[in-house]
């Protein structure tokens, strides 16, 4: 008979996914990966800029992790930081082992430095196409290791509330061909939400569905006000949202406006290197200000091939406009990037609801607090992917400390229609006009109020029914916006304008979970 717990359900195939396959199947277990799409399609292989690892002579883990308390303004976890930042050469060596060819200079591991991180620890491969190695290898690695493979299947639903020998509901990309499966332990490795926004840096697959099923299945979300929005992602009507990397910054290139100042300056003591949320916000002020659709990344001062060797992806991509960028300025804009919140977890990757794993940015294992320190994030989906493999191994019944702060939520049964024309667009609308850069009590309350109208067609009527893509999509955005609502402060990411200030009394997670959820199973 086949024991359900040695084989887990890993959902998701960027790199926490893969790597959790991989650990797992080096441990003896036999898991088995879906993807909703193809296997190499995830925000993974876009990351450009690196993973940050303090492995350098002048660094050590102590200066990564103060660095990403500082970053998380008031919100990090101190002991899964501390996780994070020490055991990420270890996380680097298994890259490494498995064939990651990271840039090197003299036969060492190069780095390069990004915004917040007081050294440079960003590590990188084939210049600026370091997600794409990453993935590569791992996919690689994963096919000549025979683990399943499920691909353009979605998980949509999980009975159960993902105890072992759970079922699984999973259907095509499209929603169609529903079927169940006994799933043993799941790990949701399903990735962020950015493409729910109207402006986003993020692929396609990036719709949040994973923190959508978990809350249906009555686990606990933390965090989710906080979306980080990148400041620097290539602006040109129609063209497609193709991300500056910060590493650019990081070598020297400089903000501009229109007229050719430099508004970052005086804003900030790091200026352009400032964290993104004062970058994105400079940005967003600067584009209303002016009424100029843009702003300019000057890189003209970075030595030309330098410039080239560091950055090819960007370079390819910027002479397809024909631009060169020790030439001339790359117009940019800022986007949603990176979420923050999601699916709340412990050290070992468990959630509140027995036999449910998450890992990667599906996770909230509360390293980034209320702002992701750049380059933070390829790691966390190691460093935790590495903890939930083992955690399968040798499962320990425990749970995550729960927030200060729990808003339970009652979420209506609509008609069913999950095709409804239109209704992801609105989504993304009203994700970038309400829930955005600069938040207000107003917009969100108007946001929550259509978010409802959509969910009260889209959601399933009944019980038994199954929630398609396009419901999973209104409940992940009506997830962040009653969060965003909730904090009435401004912290890290989240800005509100009627809350401009930090407030000590918000110094807090919040948590949002069903109100019929099964709460604190034992
Ligand atoms: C343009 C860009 C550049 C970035 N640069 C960097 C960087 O330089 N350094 C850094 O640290 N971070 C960077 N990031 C962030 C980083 O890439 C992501 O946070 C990280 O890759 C997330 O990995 P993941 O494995 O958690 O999720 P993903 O890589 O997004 O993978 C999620 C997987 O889940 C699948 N999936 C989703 N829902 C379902 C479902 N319901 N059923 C089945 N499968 C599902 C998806 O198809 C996908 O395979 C960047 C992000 C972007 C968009």
Redesign the pocket.
């Known amino acids: 008979m086949r024991d359900p717990a040695s084989r887990p359900f890993v ?8 790597y959790v396959a991989l650990r797992c199947r080096e441990l003896g277990l036999r898991p088995t990966l ?4 193809r296997l190499e ?12 690892a303090a492995i350098g002579p002048d660094d050590s883990p102590a200066l990564h992790l103060k660095d990403t308390i500082r970053a998380g303004a008031g919100l990090v976890d101190p002991a899964a930081a501390k996780a994070l930042c020490y055991e990420a050469p270890a996380r680097i060596a298994d890259l490494v082992r498995y064939g990651v060819p990271f840039d090197t200079v003299e036969g060492q591991i190069a780095s390069g430095r990004e915004a917040a991180h007081s050294r440079a620890r ?1 590590l990188h491969a084939g210049g600026d196409a ?2 794409l190695s990453i ?1 590569e290898t791992l996919k690689r690695r994963v096919l000549d290791a025979g683990i399943e493979v499920r691909e353009r ?4 639903r999980l009975k159960s509330g993902g105890r072992p020998g759970t079922v699984a509901v ?1 259907s095509g990309e499209d929603g169609r061909n529903v079927e169940e499966t006994d799933a043993g332990p799941v790990v949701l ?4 939400a ?1 493409s729910l926004y109207r402006q986003s ?3 396609s ?3 949040g ?2 923190v959508a ?1 978990a809350f249906r299945a009555g686990a606990l979300l933390t965090d989710m006000e906080f979306i980080q929005f ?1 400041p620097t992602v290539f602006w040109r009507e129609g063209a497609p949202r193709f ?1 500056i ?3 650019v910054r990081g070598e020297g290139a400089v903000l501009r406006n229109e007229a050719g100042e430099r508004f970052l300056v005086g804003q900030h003591r790091d200026a352009e290197l400032a964290p993104r949320d004062v970058v994105s916000r400079a940005v967003d002020r600067e584009i209303h200000r002016t009424g100029h659709p843009c702003v300019y990344l000057d890189a003209t001062g970075i030595p030309r091939d330098r410039f080239f060797a560091r950055f090819p992806s960007v370079c390819r991509f910027l002479a397809t406009y024909g631009l060169d960028p020790s030439r001339d300025w790359i117009p940019v804009t800022p986007v949603a ?2 979420m923050i919140g999601g699916v709340t977890t412990d050290l070992e990757g468990r959630s509140t609801l027995r036999g449910l794993y998450a ?4 996770a909230s294992t509360g390293v980034h607090g209320a702002n992701r320190l ?8 190691l460093v935790f992917g590495e903890r939930v493999a083992r955690q399968l191994v040798h499962p320990v019944a425990a749970q995550p400390a729960r927030p200060e702060r729990v808003v339970r939520l009652d979420w209506p049964s609509g008609a069913g229609r999950d095709r409804v024309p239109g209704a992801v667009d609105r989504v993304r609308d009203i994700l970038w006009d309400d829930v955005g850069i600069v938040r207000s009590g107003g917009g969100l309350r108007s946001a929550l109020e259509e978010l409802g109208e959509l969910a009260r067609s889209t959601e399933p009527g009944r019980a038994t029914e199954i929630p398609g ?1 396009v419901a ?1 999509a209104v409940l992940t955005a009506s997830l962040i916006a009653r969060s965003a609502l909730t904090r009435t402060e401004s912290r890290g990411a989240h800005f509100r304008s009627d809350f401009p200030k930090r407030r000590p009394a918000w110094l807090l997670h919040i948590g949002l979970e069903r109100k019929e959820s099964p709460g604190r199973p034992g």
Request: hydrophobic content about 35%; some cysteine; proline content about 3%.
């Open positions: 959902v998701g195939t960027g790199i926490a996914g893969l879906i993807t909703k799409s399609e995830a925000t993974t292989r876009y990351a450009q800029g690196g993973i940050a960003i370091t997600g993935e299947t979605a998980l949509r999973i490795a399903t990735g962020g950015g840096s993020n692929p697959v990036a719709t569905e994973g099923i990148h991300l990397t910060e590493a990037h990176y890992c990667g940015e599906v750049a380059s933070n994030s390829l790691l966390e989906g893509p999973n």
